[in-house]
């Protein structure tokens, strides 16, 4: 077996704790027709849409979603507070998920 272990704090870096529930986000293409002195061109708008089960994403229509994307019913046993989360416009750098796993015997 195994479990999550608190982080160490990370001094200089802007971190943000990990999060035990969430929704899911896709991307919905609507055709929207504009108009103009020269000529009518149809384009495509781009909208997020969030879901927050599968089963929303499935009567939204969201392409091919997987359950796994959501978190789980006992997601809570998985203490993923003790992770930490570095988005990378807060440090100018990439984005990353830090999580310390101890192996129990």
Known sequence: ???????????????????????????????????????????????????????????AGMDKPRKSLWPTEDNSKLCLNRCIRLWPQDQDSGGFFLAIIRKNR
Do not use: F, M
């Open 1 to 59: 077996a195994v479990e999550l272990i608190e982080c160490p704090d990370l001094t200089g870096l802007v971190q943000r704790a990990g999060v035990g529930d969430w929704k899911v986000a896709d991307y919905a293409e609507e055709e929207t027709a504009t108009s103009s002195d020269q000529e009518a061109d149809d384009e495509e708008t781009i909208h997020v849409r969030w879901h927050n089960s599968w089963q929303d994403a499935v009567d």
